[in-house]
């Protein structure tokens, strides 16, 4: 079993930044990928950036690429996203997620733990 909690979100006006932070907890074989994914109203849930902690391999959605930067601290436990010059768009709740997996990162399928979700609101 994993446990993941996220906790960083709000609300923030457009062109600002938050940090998100996962704490995640559990069998350390079945989080070798930590995710982050985001489903905004009416949408479909949608990958955002992802981590190996093997390689340290980093991936992002483009939409995001060059604005949020996903990192881990290992001997925490922990994985952050931080998102800078948000827009509206990226109003939605932001899940983090674990996967044993080390391909298809981009795949929600592939993650088997997820967190309740933190909600991020950027009001413009």
């Known amino acids: 079993q994993v446990q993941l909690v996220e906790s960083g979100g709000g609300l923030v006006q457009a062109g600002g930044s938050l940090r998100l932070s996962c704490s995640a907890s559990?069998?350390?074989?079945?989080?070798?990928?930590m995710g982050w994914f985001r489903q905004a109203p009416g949408k479909e849930r949608e990958f955002v950036a992802a981590?190996?902690?093997?390689?340290?391999?980093?991936y992002y959605a483009d939409s995001v690429k060059g604005r949020f930067t996903i990192s881990g601290d290992n001997a925490k436990n922990t994985v952050y996203l931080e998102m800078n010059s948000l827009k509206s768009e990226d109003t939605a709740v932001y899940y983090c997620?674990?996967?044993?997996?080390?391909?298809?990162?981009?795949?929600?399928?592939?993650?088997?733990?997820w967190g309740q979700g933190t909600q991020v609101t950027v009001s413009s």
């Open positions: 997620a674990a996967s044993s997996v080390l391909y298809g990162v981009r795949y929600a399928g592939n993650y088997g733990y």
């Open positions: 981590l190996t902690w093997s390689h340290g391999n980093t």
């Open positions: 559990g069998r350390t074989f079945e989080r070798n990928t």
